[in-house]
């Protein structure tokens, strides 16, 4: 048995090697492609191929596996399972982050009080702890950031289907989620985007998360776009 993993992902020469050998198999070999964009594959591959739908895990199911490991309390399960969109490693991987996640949420909210009342001084608090953390948990804050935007963007749109919070994020989005809208939210994005490409380029950390802040202050101050 050929167990393969995202086969979309291939570069063109190795999907031209992988449909030779789809094409003249060893004897009594099965070849089991794993991909979760089968619109990706190499046509010529996915016509030699019969296809089977995996669906995500339940919900029940995935709090029942996770109950039987004994890893965690109730409200961790639950957060895990909200978290995991029916993926059993995600939400494995959420239980084995949460203190981590925690801090990460920490100070996010922390970041958002302060620029929403303008408070320089306890900002440039923020700035120096962050900058003292290393590059690698210095970009893991910022696409911590970005997730918890675009949750609070959704709830701010009513979709409450499509969030994925903790209980904490989401008691803390209910009150913050008005202040990100259609006015901002695009700009917000950007404005952490550029954030983390300029430390993973090896920016002076100060620097880029002093004005990722002062940004912020802007940007929360502005005001929803009326509806039509």
């Known amino acids: 048995m050929v167990v393969i993993w995202l086969p979309e992902k291939m570069n063109q020469p190795a999907a031209n090697k992988l449909l030779k050998l789809i094409e ?3 004897e009594k070999t099965l070849i089991l492609m794993v991909s979760e964009h089968t619109n990706k594959i190499l046509p010529t591959i996915l016509s030699r ?3 089977f739908h995996v669906p995500p895990i339940s919900g029940a199911d995935l709090r ?4 039987k490991l004994g890893q965690a309390d109730q409200q961790q399960i639950e957060d895990a399972v909200l978290r995991a969109n029916g993926n059993m490693s ?3 991987q959420t239980l084995r982050q949460d203190d981590v996640e925690r801090q990460h949420f920490e100070l996010f909210t922390e970041l958002m009080r ?3 009342a303008r408070d320089i001084v306890q900002i440039n608090g923020w700035v120096e702890r962050v900058a003292g953390m290393g590059r690698e948990r210095q970009k893991q804050v ?6 918890l935007l675009r949750e609070n963007f959704i709830l701010h749109m009513e979709n409450d289907s499509l969030n994925y919070m903790s209980a904490k994020e989401s008691e803390f989005s209910r ?4 202040f990100i809208h259609e006015g901002n939210v695009h700009a917000l994005a950007e404005t952490f985007t550029l954030a983390g490409n300029h430390i993973e380029a090896n920016g002076n950390a100060r620097i880029i998360l002093m004005d990722l802040s002062i940004r ?7 005001k929803a776009t009326a509806a039509n």
Do not use: H, W
């Open 64 to 67: 029942e596996g996770l109950m």
């Open 114 to 116: 302060l620029s929403y």
């Open 216 to 222: 912020v202050i802007r940007l929360l101050m502005q």
């Open 49 to 51: 191929t019969q296809l």
């Open 175 to 178: 009150k913050f989620s008005p």
């Open 142 to 147: 910022i696409d911590y950031s970005l997730r």
């Open 24 to 26: 003249e198999p060893p």
């Open 90 to 92: 995600t939400a494995l």
